[in-house]
T-cell receptor, first 113, second 111 residues
Framework: DAGVIQSPRHEVTEMGQEVTLRCKPISGHDYLFWYRQTMMRGLELLIYFNNNVPIDDSGMPEDRFSAKMPNASFSTLKIQPSEPRDSAVYFC???????????FGPGTRLTVL | SQQGEEDPQALSIQEGENATMNCSYKTSINNLQWYRQNSGRGLVHLILIRSNEREKHSGRLRVTLDTSKKSSSLLITASRAADTASYFCATDENAGNMLTFGGGTRLMVKP
């Protein structure tokens, strides 16, 4: 299995631009999670999906953030407009079942100038 | 403080020594997991211990769980330089669907 795939691995953009991060979960996993990691705040859960349906988005910082999962093999996290404080590493993870082992992607390192 | 707090925040040891990291949590759980993160990489699952288990082993890893104290420990025996990484505990607080991660322990093993 290829594991969780994320793209791009690195993204540098200017403030105000739209950023789209992509994730392909492991086939057969029914849960998908988006996390953000910074030195100051550690690892934060932004949103998670079960069977493509968003279950809890209480971690999404503000309306500038949105996430979709149009099918079982693809999810996006969009930031529009981006701000310098959004700079972080964004991880996608998937699992088979609730509360089970999560498999993380390599992350997308986002820098907003 | 948040669910799943690790202690210490940083640990530096010599190769061959044992490393012990602790995790405390606040709510009831179904299981507690430990993950490892190498610099610049995603988290990798190490071991899962269920709430009805007290101790679990995997290679050089030993995990204990004390539900009465709401705490867990991760012991790495005979450490190697390659064990240098951050280690996180994660709990399914209130036996929920998601995991809550602690702040992690940064372990440095000097050759």
């Amino acid at each position: 299995d290829a594991g969780v795939i994320q793209s791009p691995r690195h993204e540098v953009t200017e403030m105000g631009q739209e950023v789209t991060l992509r994730c392909k979960p492991i086939s057969g996993h029914d849960y998908l999670f988006w996390y953000r990691q910074t030195m100051m705040r550690g690892l934060e859960l932004l949103i998670y999906f079960n069977n493509n349906v968003p279950i809890d988005d209480s971690g999404m910082p503000e309306d500038r953030f949105s996430a979709k999962m149009p099918n079982a093999s693809f999810s996006t996290l969009k930031i529009q407009p981006s701000e310098p404080r959004d700079s972080a590493v964004y991880f996608c993870a998937s699992s088979r079942g609730a509360g089970h082992t999560q498999y993380f992607g390599p992350g997308t390192r986002l820098t907003v100038l | 403080s948040q669910q799943g707090e690790e202690d210490p925040q940083a640990l530096s040891i010599q190769e061959g020594e044992n490393a012990t990291m602790n995790c405390s949590y606040k709510t009831s759980i179904n299981n507690l997991q430990w993950y490892r993160q190498n610099s610049g990489r995603g988290l990798v699952h190490l071991i899962l211990i269920r709430s009805n288990e007290r101790e679990k082993h995997s290679g050089r890893l030993r995990v204990t769980l004390d539900t009465s104290k709401k705490s867990s420990s991760l012991l790495i025996t005979a450490s190697r330089a390659a064990d240098t990484a951050s280690y996180f505990c994660a709990t399914d607080e209130n036996a929920g669907n998601m995991l809550t991660f602690g702040g992690g322990t940064r372990l440095m093993v000097k050759p």
